[in-house]
């Protein structure tokens, strides 16, 4: 029980041992004493691919992300929890996020984008995702104190868009739909 264990944490690293796979073949049982085949399967299949599908990503610039994306943010500009300072910060990224291009998840380091960086590796741990299920869109606009990052996953059959850096209390989110 103990191989397949340390199997399973490998494969959730993304590391697998050369001998792992020989190892959960020879030796590992299910709970009624036969040769468990599922793992064999998900080593195989590739746990990744099996359980998260890969959904079309709209595009950095399109209108209806971006008004997606205001109506989100509205209700934290009016949160009555904000200060002087931070209401008018909040307005002025609101009324300037206009523009979004994309940014490559190969170029995220934890030092430099440490919010990013978390929530990428904390929904590829949870929801078993990969590089193709993402797509990352920053805010290029030079007048905002905070680079905002719109940051689209696979959530099931539908597209779930974070809003990364505009909160300090949480992360905003919202299901992008074409209607």
């Known amino acids: 029980m103990k191989k397949y264990l ?17 190892t959960v073949l020879e030796e590992e ?5 036969y040769p468990d085949k599922s793992f064999v399967k998900v080593i195989e299949q590739g746990f990744v691919s099996a359980f998260a599908p890969v959904n079309p990503k709209p595009d950095c610039e ?3 992300l971006k008004e ?6 509205e209700p934290y500009i009016v949160s009555p929890k904000q200060t002087i300072v931070q209401k008018r910060r909040s307005q002025l990224t609101l009324k300037n996020i206009d523009h979004f ?14 919010e990013l960086a978390g929530r990428l590796v904390e929904l590829k741990i949870n ?3 990969s590089d193709e299920n993402f797509k990352i869109c920053l805010n290029d ?12 996953y696979d959530d099931e059959d ?6 990364i850096n505009f909160s300090d209390l949480n992360i905003p989110s919202f299901v992008f739909d074409d209607n």
Request: no cysteine.
């Open 6 to 22: 340390t199997a399973l944490m490998f494969l959730a690293m993304g590391v697998l041992p050369a001998n792992a796979q020989e």
């Open 127 to 129: 929801n078993r995702l």
């Open 158 to 163: 539908r597209v779930r868009v974070d809003i």
């Open 101 to 114: 291009v994309p940014f490559d998840a190969n170029e995220i380091s934890p030092d430099i984008y440490p």
């Open 29 to 33: 049982t299910n709970v009624f004493g």
């Open 68 to 73: 997606l994306t205001r109506k989100t943010l």
């Open 141 to 152: 606009n030079p007048a905002l104190e905070t680079e905002i990052y719109l940051l689209m």
């Open 62 to 64: 399109n209108q209806r």
